[in-house]
C-alpha cells in the first residue's frame, strides 16, 4: 500500500490570510459579486468570525435570528477551540480531495457539506451542555437548509470531506474518525428501534463511496474502503475493501487511507492478494 499522505496543515491565521487572498482574486474577475465577497470574508478580522458570518446568514429563521444563532456560534468558539482547528482542517481536506475545489475560500462559502458540518459542531456543543432542544433547532435547520442530517450527538473527528452530500444521514451515536471522507447518499444508521448505542463508529483514514449504507453499533477499521452502494451489516477490518449487498471483503487498498487519495476503485491492485479479513 502506498504511504499516502495529509499535505501539512496551515495555521488558522495562515489558512485566513490564503482565504483573503482568493477572495481578493475572485472578486477582481466577477466585480458583480464584489458586496459579496465583502460581507462574507473580506470585513471579517479572522476565519472564525467568517465562519459564523456564513452559518448565520445560511441557517437564520424565525425561531432563531442571525444574531442569536451567532451568539451561539461565538460562545461555542471562545469555549471550545478544537471546534475552529477541526473546521480548518476539514476545510483544508477539500482542498486536497475533491478534485472540484481549486480555493479554501470556495468550499467555505459554497460547499454544503463543509456548511452542514460546522453546524453540527455547534450543534453537538449545544447538546454536550444538555441544551438539546437548542441543538435540535440548529439541527433542523441544517437538514432543511442543506439536505444533511447530521445528529448532534454524533462525534465527527477533523479534516472530514463530506463530498456533494446530499442524503447524507449520520445517527446520534455515530463516531466518524479523522481524515474520513464521506460521499452523498451515504447512511451511517441504526438497525432496529432499541435505544442506546446503536451506530455505526468509523476509524480514520476511510472512505465510504456514494449509496453507502452502514447500519449498526459495528465498525469500519481504520483504512477500509466502502464500495459505493454497499449494505453494510458487519464489522469491516482495517486496510480492505468492502463492497455489495450484503457487503463482503473483495480486495484490499492501495492507499493507507484510501480517504485521502478518493480512489474507488474495488479490488486488488498492483498484484495485491486479497486480504483474509480472519488471517
Given amino acids: 500500500m502506498s504511504p499516502v499522505q495529509a499535505s501539512p496543515v496551515l495555521d488558522t491565521d495562515s489558512l485566513w490570510r ?144 463530506l463530498d456533494h452530500a446530499t442524503g447524507l444521514v449520520i445517527g446520534e451515536t455515530a463516531v466518524v474518525g479523522n481524515n474520513v471522507s464521506v460521499l452523498h447518499s451515504v447512511t451511517l444508521g441504526g438497525s432496529g428501534a432499541a435505544a442506546g448505542d446503536r451506530h455505526p463508529k468509523i476509524a480514520s483514514g476511510v472512505l465510504i463511496a456514494a449509496g453507502a449504507k452502514i447500519l449498526g453499533n459495528i465498525n469500519v477499521g481504520e483504512g477500509a474502503k466502502v464500495g459505493a452502494g454497499s449494505l453494510v451489516l458487519e464489522s469491516v477490518p482495517p486496510h480492505v475493501t468492502v463492497a455489495g449487498v450484503p457487503a463482503a471483503v473483495v480486495g484490499i487498498p492501495r492507499e493507507i487511507s484510501p480517504a485521502l487519495e478518493m480512489d474507488q476503485a474495488l479490488g486488488a491492485k498492483n498484484g495485491d492478494a486479497l486480504m483474509n479479513p480472519k488471517a
Fill in 18 to 161: 490564503v482565504i483573503c487572498e482568493e477572495a481578493r482574486e475572485l472578486r477582481a474577475g466577477e466585480p458583480v459579486l464584489a458586496d459579496f465577497f465583502q460581507s462574507h470574508i473580506l470585513d471579517h478580522e479572522n476565519f472564525g468570525a467568517a465562519l459564523v458570518h456564513r452559518i448565520t446568514s445560511l441557517i437564520a429563521c424565525e425561531a432563531l435570528a442571525a444574531d442569536g444563532i451567532g451568539d451561539l456560534c461565538r460562545l461555542a468558539l471562545d469555549d471550545d477551540p478544537h471546534i475552529l482547528c477541526n473546521a480548518s482542517m476539514d476545510l483544508q481536506a477539500h482542498v486536497e480531495r475533491d478534485a472540484a475545489c481549486d480555493r479554501h475560500v470556495v468550499a467555505l462559502l459554497y460547499f454544503k457539506g463543509f456548511q452542514a458540518l460546522q453546524c453540527q459542531r455547534i450543534a453537538h456543543w449545544l447538546w454536550g451542555r444538555d441544551r438539546c432542544t437548542m441543538a435540535l433547532l440548529l439541527h433542523s435547520q441544517m437538514v432543511r437548509r442543506f439536505t444533511v442530517d447530521i445528529h448532534p450527538g454524533a462525534v465527527m473527528g477533523s479534516g472530514i470531506m
